[in-house]
C-alpha cells in the first residue's frame, strides 16, 4: 500500500503517470507497504494467462526473493524510477523516504532494487553516469542503498507513520532496532533474486 498523502498524475505521453505526494513526508517515513490485497502471482501461471493480463504483470509487478511477482493492487504500482529515487526498499516488505518529500514531488524507486529481468535504458538524468537498469544492480550498489536507508531510519521514530500497522512484527522490531542502534539488521541484498538458477 503506498502513502495515503499520494495522488496519481500524468506526466508526459512518455512517461505516462507518476506518483506525486499531496503534503509533506518526511524522511524515514514508510512510503509504501506490502499488504494482503497485493497479488503474489507464481512464474508458473505467467505464461498460462492471455497475453493481455501477462503485459500487465510484465510492466507494473516487481519480483521478490522467491522470483515470485508482486502486483500492487494501488498507485504503487505507478512509483516510476528515478537514479536518484527519494524512495528505497528494504528487507521487510516496505520502503522508506530516504530523504524528505515535498506536496507536488514526485515519489521515486530506483529500479534496480526490483528484481528486473532485463536491462533497459532510462531517460537521461543529471548527477549520475547510470542510463540503464540492470537486473544485478542490487548486487553492485546494494551498500549505498542499505546506507540510505540507514540513514533515514534515524527519524524512524519521530516522524508519523501511517502504514505502520502493514508491517509484520518481526520486520517491526528489525526497522525500530535499526533505527535505535544505527545498524541495519538485513540487506536489501537479501531480496535478490538470482534469474540465472532458473535459466539455465
Known sequence: ???????????????????????????????????????????SILN??????????????????????????????YVNHSF?????????????????????????DDYGTLNIEEPFE???????????VYPDDLLIYYKQWDQQVLDALTDFTQVEQPLLHLIDKEDLNKLKKAAAEKILPDSIKTIFFDQSAINI
Open 122 to 132: 532510462c531517460i537521461k538524468e543529471e548527477g549520475t553516469n547510470r542510463q540503464i
Open 1 to 43: 500500500m503506498i502513502h495515503p498523502s499520494t495522488e496519481l498524475r500524468f506526466i508526459n505521453e512518455k512517461i505516462g503517470f507518476g506518483v506525486f505526494a499531496t503534503k509533506f513526508i518526511p524522511k524515514g517515513t514508510i512510503v509504501w507497504a506490502l499488504d494482503q490485497f497485493d497479488q503474489i502471482i507464481q512464474p
Open 84 to 108: 536518484h529515487a527519494n524512495c528505497i526498499g528494504t528487507a521487510y516488505n516496505c520502503e522508506v523516504a530516504i530523504r524528505d518529500i515535498y506536496p507536488g514531488e514526485q515519489l521515486t
Open 48 to 77: 498460462k494467462i492471455d497475453p493481455n493480463r501477462r503485459a500487465i504483470i510484465q510492466k507494473y509487478a516487481y519480483r521478490n526473493e522467491k522470483g515470485q511477482y508482486v502486483l500492487c493492487w494501488d498507485l504503487g504500482r
